[in-house]
């Protein structure tokens, strides 16, 4: 079922790469995507409304199927649930629709920037479960839109190495999900193998490094060729 990330549909919670909940919720959301944007091609009130609809719904997680009281480990499988975050992805595209054509101040932006951030690196909780759950659930999940929005609005040359930079980090996104548990899980056995004694975090951050390459190779040569198989593949159908 991972394979097929099938999982994501029956099972959220039985994924196999750390962190994989994240795609069987996302191969839901793209099921979904074609009637998304359908709807929002509609009417943008339509699809605010859509939007809303799923909002109640992860309000409903929030507050009732989670318990505060109790730890995030023990509810797992209710907060993987692809409906309990299907807002948030709902929300990114609300985003596009609602402030597209909108024009905001480059000072205003990066203040809303700054001071989202700040929130978000000071905010205090006690436990994980807080984070999702209450009050708590609605107050991240604005500061972290707020950011989101920021980062829309913000106007970058396309043509600086700072821009082709981050365009080439973002395509590569998958291969450093999947891949930092991987490649971190390595170099903290070779250093305990081999006996080097380097620091947990010396480890850490030469696994960034290596990650940020290695799945930037591996979108290069390996994700980008089958996406285009893909996409050939659909354009034989679709003729």
């Not at 690196?121 to 107050?139: A, C, E, M, P, T």
């Not at 285009?228 to 159908?237: A, E, P, Y």
Request: charge should be positive; glycine fraction near 6%.
């Amino acid at each position: 079922m991972n394979i097929t990330t099938l999982f994501g549909f029956i099972q959220p919670a039985n994924y196999i790469p750390m962190g994989g909940w994240t795609i069987g919720n996302e191969m839901v959301f793209y099921l979904f995507t074609p009637a998304i944007l359908f709807i929002y091609d509609k009417k943008t009130i339509y699809g605010n409304l859509l939007l809303m609809i799923t909002c109640i719904i992860g309000l409903y997680f929030a507050f009732f199927l989670l318990n505060p009281n109790d730890s995030l480990a023990n509810q797992w499988s209710i907060y993987v649930n692809p409906f309990n975050n299907l807002f948030c992805f709902i929300l990114g595209i609300a985003i596009f629709y609602n402030f597209n054509k909108i024009k905001i101040n480059k000072i205003m932006n990066l203040s809303l920037l700054l001071i989202s951030f700040i929130l978000f690196l000071f905010y205090d909780y006690k436990n994980q479960i807080d984070i999702v759950s209450g009050w708590n659930r609605i107050i991240f999940v604005f500061i972290i839109t707020v950011w989101i929005f920021s980062f829309f609005k913000m106007k970058v040359e396309k043509t600086s190495m700072v821009s082709k930079m981050f365009e080439t980090f973002g395509m590569a996104t998958y291969g450093v999900y999947i891949l930092h548990p991987i490649f971190r899980s390595i170099l903290l056995k070779a250093n305990e193998l081999l006996k080097l004694n380097f620091p947990y975090i010396a480890v850490c951050i030469v696994a960034v490094f290596i990650t940020i390459l290695g799945a930037t190779i591996s979108y290069y040569y390996f994700e980008l060729k089958i996406s285009n198989w893909g996409k050939k593949i659909v354009k034989g159908i679709i003729k």
